[in-house]
């Protein structure tokens, strides 16, 4: 039952800290965000809490294998830190680019954030090999963020 709460709350970490970038973005993204300039391959607006949703499901699942090793040594350790600090500038990137309406600043911070993620990743894999690979979409979705986030601030 231990394992089971932990499992919980594991996946409701990154979940809450999607429900605060999302309270970031609520106001702006039906206004400020309709009048900027996108780029071709911008996705529908319905598609990112989707996506976020799956992205934050999973990292938090992987966390938690993580976590369940965590007397193993220190890459989970390290891991567990690195996981902790990019879910901070995750949260805070909502924040720079929706709250302040700022695409350069948002462009500098998730410039920051993806190095954080692989090397979160990385220390991940070391320790295990699902959670890893749970975090690889998560690499994926944030790498095409980063075009995204720039291709706004340069059309703009």
């Given at each position: 039952m231990k394992k089971v709460i932990t499992c919980i709350?594991?996946?409701?970490?990154?979940?809450?800290?999607?429900?605060?970038?999302?309270?970031?973005t609520q106001e702006s993204v039906s206004t400020w965000y309709l009048t900027?300039?996108?780029?071709?391959?911008?996705?529908?607006?319905?598609?990112?809490?989707?996506?976020?949703?799956?992205l934050y499901i999973t990292m938090g699942f992987a966390s938690w294998l993580v976590w369940l090793k965590r007397d193993?040594?220190?890459?989970?350790?390290?891991g567990l830190i690195f996981y902790s600090i990019q879910l901070f500038f995750n949260m805070m990137w909502s924040?720079?680019?929706?709250?302040?309406?700022?695409?350069g600043l948002a462009l500098i911070e998730i410039l920051i954030l993806l190095p954080l993620i692989i090397i979160t990743t990385f220390y991940f894999f070391k320790t295990?090999?699902?959670?890893?690979?749970?975090?690889?979409?998560?690499?994926?979705?944030?790498?095409?963020?980063?075009?995204?986030?720039?291709?706004?601030?340069?059309?703009?």
């Open positions: 709350l594991a996946i409701g970490i990154p979940l809450l800290i999607g429900v605060i970038g999302s309270i970031f900027l300039e996108k780029p071709s391959f911008n996705p529908p607006n319905y598609l990112f809490p989707i996506a976020w949703t799956y193993t040594g220190s890459y989970s350790r390290n924040y720079l680019f929706f709250t302040l309406q700022n695409p295990d090999r699902i959670a890893g690979w749970l975090m690889i979409p998560y690499i994926a979705w944030v790498s095409f963020a980063t075009v995204l986030n720039a291709s706004i601030y340069w059309l703009n």
